[in-house]
């Protein structure tokens, strides 16, 4: 968004997964590193989708972290699964479970070193002030290939309006 300077965060796109009153976190899509997956937590990078590669998910701990996952199915799974439902088919992913009891559940994962964290009520004064658009994301999201202002652009385009329009807009918009 044309309000939000800070360089973390400019044509970012930010994937939220929890929001509450306490707070929020969410992971910044399409930002990959150059640390192999398969270097670091061997097992996980086969059900990686390319480039498997972490992506830098914030500015937030950035030695930990997170796993998001496509899932196929629509069955209820079981409290020990490693899995857990963050919307629709985007689940987080326990790492500290087996990645072979996963293999032909899910649709793909991507790991993210570290995340995006807002104290309560911060995320709220950014979007009041117009530093952010707020829209509904879809699992194509969290696997896509696409990266950085590609991505950003990409997601735009899908919505209407003025949002719609900004997909073409220069980053820059006093260049324009």
Same mark, same amino acid.
Not at 44 to 52: F, K
């Given at each position: 968004? &044309?309000?939000?300077?800070?360089? *973390?965060?400019? %044509?970012?796109?930010?994937?939220?997964?929890?929001?509450?009153?306490?707070?929020?976190i969410g992971v910044?899509?399409? @930002? &990959?590193?150059?640390?192999?997956?398969? $270097? /670091?937590?061997?097992?996980?990078?086969?059900?990686?989708?390319?480039?498997?590669?972490?992506? /830098? %998910?914030?500015?937030?701990? !950035?030695? *930990? !972290?997170?796993?998001?996952?496509?899932? @196929?199915?629509? *069955?209820?799974?079981? $409290?020990?699964?490693?899995?857990?439902?963050?919307?629709?088919?985007?689940?987080? /992913? $326990? #790492? $500290?479970?087996?990645?072979?009891?996963?293999?032909?559940?899910?649709? %793909?994962?991507?790991?993210?070193?570290?995340?995006? %964290?807002?104290s309560a009520g911060?995320?709220?004064?950014?979007?009041?002030?117009?530093?952010?658009?707020c829209v509904t994301?879809? &699992?194509?999201? /969290? #696997?896509?290939?696409?990266?950085?202002?590609?991505?950003?652009?990409?997601?735009?385009?899908?919505?209407?309006?003025?949002?719609?329009?900004?997909?073409?807009?220069?980053?820059? &918009?006093?260049?324009?």
């Amino acid at each position: 968004m &044309p309000a939000l300077t800070d360089p *973390t965060f400019a %044509g970012a796109v930010v994937y939220v997964l929890d929001h509450a009153d306490t707070g929020t976190i969410g992971v910044v899509l399409g @930002r &990959p590193s150059e640390v192999r997956i398969g $270097d /670091v937590l061997p097992g996980w990078s086969e059900l990686a989708v390319e480039p498997g590669v972490f992506h /830098v %998910g914030g500015p937030c701990e !950035a030695d *930990t !972290a997170l796993c998001l996952a496509t899932r @196929r199915g629509s *069955t209820p799974l079981p $409290d020990d699964s490693g899995l857990r439902e963050v919307a629709g088919a985007v689940h987080l /992913v $326990d #790492l $500290d479970s087996d990645p072979a009891e996963l293999d032909g559940e899910i649709g %793909g994962l991507r790991v993210f070193a570290g995340y995006a %964290g807002w104290s309560a009520g911060q995320l709220a004064g950014e979007l009041a002030e117009g530093a952010w658009a707020c829209v509904t994301g879809i &699992p194509a999201d /969290v #696997l896509t290939g696409a990266s950085g202002p590609e991505l950003w652009r990409s997601v735009l385009r899908r919505q209407s309006g003025r949002l719609a329009v900004l997909s073409t807009a220069p980053a820059d &918009p006093s260049a324009n």
